[in-house]
């Protein structure tokens, strides 16, 4: 596997990793990596829905912790999107097993590492949980930490469960159906620099409206937090972060730059001990929807509470 410097530059590497067509054709994942010399520690961070791996400060503060930092680009976002593909579609979130399993591979045969701690965040962190299940026993996991995981549809429960059978009919018969429910633009507004936020990233691959919502992949999220609901069974350590609050607004508001504005994060909280027996629940004040994004005072607060949960329940791997 051919690894060359990353579209964020240098210390970054990136690599292809060729995947098996789908309906739409070829497939490919990108997975990206910051090698920190004579570590045998690594984290593999997933991104949310319409994103993509450009979080540096947080590659940087696992590495000055002595991990190397790999990201994984899924099929069809972000380094992976490729001009014949729907983005961001998918049918059945199993299907990510495929560039999780391969990055594994890289990361534990080919780089040599003997610890992983998967760091997922939004759907990301439903993916990686998902993973992370269907993994359990075979020691592929060693510590899971989950930003703002979208562990259930940011509705009332009533909404959710009128709205599941058509949603399971639309993305049985209709996959590629698009579906009235575009991103609220504001958010990705309240990170950007060049609008109200204090982050650079690239807006063609994290568009403030968002991509296509299709009812296929909507369906495929159902079903996961459905199996969410009935219980996960992780068997490695957990580390559930969501916010104190959230805001729910179609126009801009100041609270959005200290809240969670796309999912309900007492929703969240509520759902961590269905992801397994040692789950951790920090909420954090003033916290973004993607908490390592937030204002200094919460993003401060974000990695001591990594640090000290590390330190307890991941130890790093003796000689």
């Not at 690594?42 to 829905?49: I, R």
């Not at 199993?94 to 965040?121: F, M, S």
Request: charged share 20%; hydrophobic share 45%.
């Amino acid at each position: 596997m051919e690894f060359r410097e990353d579209i964020l530059g240098a210390p970054y590497e990136a690599a292809e990793l060729p995947l098996a067509p789908d309906e739409e054709g070829a497939a490919s994942a990108t997975l990206v990596r910051w090698l920190a010399p004579g570590s045998r520690r690594a984290v593999l961070y997933l991104h949310g829905y319409t994103d993509y791996f450009f979080q540096t400060n947080l590659a940087e503060h696992f590495v000055a912790a002595g991990f190397s930092f790999y990201a994984l680009d899924l099929r069809k976002y972000g380094r992976s999107l490729r001009p014949h593909q729907s983005p961001n579609f998918v049918r059945d979130l199993a299907a990510y097993d495929e560039e999780l399993d391969e990055a594994v591979r890289v990361i534990r045969e080919q780089d040599g590492h003997t610890q992983l701690l998967v760091n997922g965040h939004s759907t990301g962190g439903l993916v990686a949980s998902l993973w992370a299940a269907r993994r359990a026993g075979g020691g592929t996991v060693d510590a899971l930490f989950l930003n703002s995981p979208f562990l259930a549809m940011p509705t009332s429960p009533a909404v959710r469960t009128l709205g599941a059978p058509a949603v399971q009919a639309l993305g049985r018969f209709a996959a590629t159906s698009k579906l009235p429910a575009p991103l609220n633009p504001h958010y990705v507004h309240s990170l950007h620099r060049d609008h109200r936020g204090s982050w650079d990233f690239d807006l063609a691959l994290k568009p403030a409206e968002g991509f296509p919502l299709y009812a296929g992949w909507l369906a495929a999220i159902q079903r996961g937090h459905r199996q969410v609901r009935r219980g996960l069974g992780i068997d490695c350590p957990v580390l559930l972060m969501a916010s104190t609050a959230s805001t729910v607004t179609g126009k801009w508001d100041p609270a959005l730059l200290h809240t969670d504005a796309v999912l309900r994060a007492d929703d969240i909280a509520a759902l961590a001990p269905r992801l397994g027996r040692h789950v951790t629940t920090v909420r954090i004040d003033g916290g973004m929807h993607d908490l390592v994004l937030s204002g200094e005072q919460a993003r401060t607060r974000v990695f001591a509470e990594l640090d000290r949960w590390i330190g307890t329940y991941v130890p790093a791997p003796t000689a």
